[in-house]
């Protein structure tokens, strides 16, 4: 890489040839890709048993881009990065919803139960990024504890997940737009009636928004996190009278007439798995650690205060609704529009318009940052084509990764409505928070080459025990036998036994250099408790939509990413292959991850 960030000479950013997409051995021509195939088994079996290091991840790793990402966010810039990412349109659009039909008068105890889930997966997020502080988020974390095979089911769950939740909150976008103007929610839309339901709403107003948000995120870290500080302040302001002008007409008769409860505990449960939407996109501000001047200090401060600060502005928001107005009354739809004009303030449904609009426009913005740092690390290990690692030398972003997630979101945002896409987004994220809750119990458990047998095997089994009550649970929770204690009981009582164990007679091998997640190994095991938990909630669909995609991921991992990735992995000695191409300027293959 040449001084300063420069473009190495003889090599221009924009450009586009086989080399830079394949530049493995594997798919230099027909013959050999047809060899490659051949071997794919024990090819398998190697990149299965392969783990990263944070070394690889952190460091070298960021040579694939040619030119550095831009060290140049504090912890204000992360906290407000986290509330920008994650107050979005989810608040106003699903607290009347599940208010009216879920759990009536008591949506604050469910934004509460989904807070405190999202604050749990944040405390992994934290430790992990001050310990691994790559571009790559969660899918840098998986590969060095869970090696390169749940690092690529991640990695295609966060490209779905990036693909479909900026398509969603572009469509969002439009709907809002349309409320702003008085309009019905699909008055912006072009309807082709040739096209299935569900897929026959075409939205270019989104496909508008996405390339906006996106041409600005490429155009700097600073810029955008300074465009987004401001955008924030306003939605503080919004946030404000929304609540307060809640609270000056609250009655508390609403809260208990006929009952505070009325589709029991059950229907808060239902609530929380829905409304945890609200609180997604927090992991963005992990994938920019990269780009923090002291992601030591500043990614903690900035994740864990904005996600305690976004769940205390929830309940405060649900609570000031349910105030407001009774449960029945509410409109499922416009909620909190229709309170207000109850109460005679019929202009502060333009308020909460505007709101929704800005708070949805936020969250394009960083989700194409931390969209964009995702691809760039997946890149860098080759699992998709190193093309989308290269960083712009003058801009200091991910130009081609950016363009990439825009371009899918665009064309699923144009077609596809809001129903079909939620319970995927939904499904992708909680797995890949399940996963990182894990990944940290194996950080502090095991250590490769160090761990004693003896105490990997006590490990596993209590960790084994902790997934598998977990998932008993959720699952028992929404059979036919959920009204019936002795399961809870059973599997309660498992995932006590499996975290004691963790904490009793299981030694944990690793310390945190920085930050440590607080009650070790209790909060990493309850949050893996409660992302299944949810997960269960869900509907069958979403399990259908998430189990053909998963199917197609694995069938393009056999097909090209094992390939790719062993290529790398056992090509020639790495010093070797570093100084030949950084003395040719090409882009340098990550020939130095571990086989």
């Not at 509907?539 to 090209?560: E, H, K, P």
Request: proline residues 4%.
């Amino acid at each position: 890489m040449a001084a300063g960030g420069e473009q190495p000479q003889g090599r221009r950013y924009w450009r586009w040839s086989k080399a830079d997409f394949f530049p493995e051995p594997s798919f230099q021509s027909w013959r050999a890709y047809g060899g490659a195939l051949a071997a794919t088994v024990p090819r398998l079996r190697d990149r299965v048993a392969a783990r990263s290091s944070e070394a690889v991840e952190a460091g070298t790793l960021q040579a694939e881009s040619e030119n550095p990402l831009r060290r140049c966010l504090s912890w204000v810039d992360l906290a407000f990065l986290g509330f920008g990412s994650v107050v979005g349109s989810g608040v106003f659009v699903l607290t009347g919803q599940e208010a009216r039909f879920d759990a009536g008068p008591a949506i604050p105890l469910a934004y509460a139960a989904a807070g405190f889930s999202a604050l749990l997966s944040s405390f992994c997020y934290a430790e992990l990024a001050t310990e691994i502080p790559s571009a790559g988020g969660s899918f840098s974390y998986l590969r060095v504890e869970l090696g390169d095979m749940a690092a690529f089911l991640a990695a295609g769950n966060i490209l779905l997940e990036a693909v479909v939740g900026a398509a969603g909150l572009g469509r969002s976008w439009t709907s809002y737009l349309a409320a702003l103007f008085g309009l019905d929610t699909d008055a912006l839309r072009i309807h082709v009636p040739a096209l299935a339901e569900g897929f026959n709403l075409l939205d270019p107003i989104a496909v508008v928004v996405l390339i906006c948000t996106s041409a600005l995120a490429m155009s700097g870290a600073r810029l955008t996190s300074t465009i987004n500080s401001l955008a924030s302040v306003i939605g503080i302001v919004i946030i404000a009278f929304v609540i307060g002008a809640g609270f000056s007409h609250f009655h508390s008769s609403n809260l208990v007439e006929p009952t505070f409860f009325p589709f029991g505990a059950a229907g808060v449960f239902r609530a929380a798995a829905v409304v945890y939407w609200s609180y997604t996109g927090f992991d963005m501000v992990a994938t920019m650690a990269e780009e923090t001047k002291n992601p030591g200090r500043d990614v903690p401060l900035g994740l864990l205060s904005s996600m305690s600060a976004i769940t205390v502005v929830y309940c405060a928001m649900s609570l000031a609704l349910v105030g407001m107005q009774r449960y029945s009354e509410i409109d499922a739809n416009a909620a909190y529009s229709v309170a207000f004009a109850a109460t005679g303030l019929k202009w502060a449904r333009y308020v909460v318009a505007l709101g929704a609009l800005k708070g949805m426009t936020s969250g394009l913005l960083v989700g194409a940052l931390g969209q964009a740092r995702y691809t760039t690390q997946i890149a860098r290990t080759h699992m998709i084509p190193p093309y989308f690692a290269l960083v712009h030398p003058k801009t200091g972003t991910p130009v081609y990764a950016t363009m990439a997630v825009t371009l899918g979101a665009a064309c699923v945002a144009l077609f596809s409505s809001l129903d079909v896409l939620a319970s995927v987004s939904s499904i992708s994220t909680l797995f890949i928070f399940a996963l990182v809750a894990v990944a940290l119990l194996v950080r502090r458990y095991y250590v490769a080459g160090k761990t004693p047998a003896s105490q990997l095997r006590t490990f596993l089994v209590f960790l084994a025990l902790v997934i598998l009550s977990s998932i008993g649970l959720s699952v028992y929770y929404n059979s036919r036998y959920a009204r019936r204690w002795p399961g809870y009981a059973v599997f309660g009582v498992g995932w006590a036994a499996g975290a004691a164990g963790l904490a009793l007679a299981a030694k944990q091998q690793r310390q945190p250099k920085v930050y440590g997640v607080p009650l070790m190994p209790w909060l990493p095991a309850m949050s893996v408790a409660t992302n299944l938990f949810l997960m269960g909630s869900l509907g069958s669909m979403a399990y259908m939509r998430f189990g053909i995609c998963t199917v197609a991921m694995l069938v393009y991992y056999v097909l090209f990413g094992v390939h790719a990735t062993y290529d790398v992995a056992h090509s020639a000695t790495a010093a070797d292959v570093v100084a030949e191409n950084a003395e040719q300027g090409k882009i340098v293959p990550g020939s130095t991850l571990p086989a």
